[in-house]
T-cell receptor, first 115, second 111 residues
Framework: DTGVSQNPRHKITKRGQNVTFRCDPI?????LYWYRQTLGQGPEFLTY????????KSRLLSDRFSAERPKGSFSTLEIQRTEQGDSAMYLC?????????????FGPGTRLTVT | GNSVTQMEGPVTLSEEAFLTINCTYT??????LFWYVQYPGEGLQLLLK?????DKGSNKGFEATYRKETTSFHLEKGSVQVSDSAVYFC??????????FGTGTSLTVIP
């Protein structure tokens, strides 16, 4: 068990460019979540997958955002036509989806800076 | 709806002082409650959890009791150390879907 990994750890991009982040969950976890965290705030839910199916999307996830989880393993989060307001830490978490507690295990995050 | 309200920081304590970070919640269902900790430069780590009323979660000297009557899950530690300096997040989860987090409380422990 190597934990949840995210790449890249940091991304600086110019406004209007597209960016893509990757998340590799804990291998036996079938649920994968994306959150966004801005400075001084707690993480805010964006979307989650059970296996390859995207089951819920937050209203925070505008049409410039898209997430995929092909084959139910790793996931990607793409932001098109980035805006300065997209600057944040993007967190990925995974869960086994069993047991009542549904603990989520978080990756280190990808910090996005849009200039 | 579902939401978490936690004590605003920052909190500064001397080593060996007693810590309380307040957390209250609202939930549409019967939530599980969590405390996560974020050390400088690191990701969120689960600190402790409780899944039903009157449960006490504990880890690394930290404790929190699920109080349904007051909708609270306050975090406590009897004697803090410098290494406890971090940001602490209270969170709830209903039926295993998204987590709802509080805004975080920054704790600094000085020697």
């Amino acid at each position: 068990d190597t934990g949840v990994s995210q790449n890249p750890r940091h991304k600086i991009t110019k406004r209007g460019q597209n960016v893509t982040f990757r998340c590799d969950p804990i291998s036996e976890h079938n649920r994968l979540y994306w959150y966004r965290q801005t400075l001084g705030q707690g993480p805010e839910f964006l979307t989650y997958f059970q296996n390859e199916a995207q089951l819920e999307k937050s209203r925070l996830l505008s049409d410039r955002f898209s997430a995929e989880r092909p084959k139910g393993s790793f996931s990607t989060l793409e932001i098109q036509r980035t805006e300065q307001g997209d600057s944040a830490m993007y967190l990925c978490a995974s869960s086994s989806g069993t047991g009542r507690a549904y603990e989520q295990y978080f990756g280190p995050g990808t910090r996005l800076t849009v200039t | 709806g579902n939401s978490v309200t936690q004590m605003e920081g920052p909190v500064t304590l001397s080593e060996e002082a007693f810590l309380t970070i307040n957390c209250t919640y609202t939930a549409t269902g019967y939530p599980s409650l969590f405390w996560y900790v974020q050390y400088p430069g690191e990701g969120l780590q689960l600190l402790l959890k409780a899944t039903k009323a009157d449960d006490k979660g504990s880890n690394k000297g930290f404790e929190a009791t699920y109080r349904k009557e007051t909708t609270s899950f306050h975090l406590e530690k009897g004697s803090v150390q410098v290494s406890d300096s971090a940001v602490y997040f209270c969170a709830l989860n209903v039926i295993g879907n998204q987590f709802y987090f509080g805004t975080g409380t920054s704790l600094t422990v000085i020697p």
